[in-house]
């Protein structure tokens, strides 16, 4: 199994990134796909995860209304929009993916991505 996550880089402040985590050696319609982040000193934290066909979505409480996780099974490809990026959204995101049902514990998710870095400037 083999995730990888890109689109990261610097944005300003209010502004907006969209992050890929493609995926090969899985049946990727039978696995939530989920987007966690860690920033320097802290814990690696959920961000948003995606059912298998897309239709649920769950997002930390810091991130509704901001950021839209979606998912294309056709490309095996993730996504996470993110929008009015903040100073303290700045970290490594990692996409994940596990299979059974929702979960918003790390290490509920056994396969992993490298992360991408996104930096935002005030």
């Known amino acids: 199994v083999q995730l990888q996550a890109f689109g990261g880089g610097l944005v300003q402040a209010g502004g907006s990134l969209r992050l890929s985590c493609a995926a090969s050696?899985?049946?990727?319609?039978?696995?939530?796909m989920g987007w966690f982040r860690q920033a320097p000193g802290r814990e690696r934290e959920f961000v948003a995860a995606i059912s298998w066909s897309g239709g649920s979505t769950y997002y930390a409480d810091s991130e509704k209304g901001r950021f839209t996780i979606s998912r294309d099974n056709a490309k095996n490809t993730a996504y996470l929009q993110m929008n009015s990026l903040k100073p303290e959204d700045a970290a490594v995101y990692y996409c994940?993916?596990?299979?059974?049902?929702?979960?918003?514990?790390?290490?509920?998710?056994?396969?992993w991505g490298r992360g991408t870095q996104v930096t935002v400037s005030s």
């Open positions: 050696g899985l049946s990727w319609s039978r696995y939530y």
């Open positions: 994940a993916a596990k299979t059974g049902g929702y979960s918003d514990t790390r290490e509920r998710y056994p396969y």
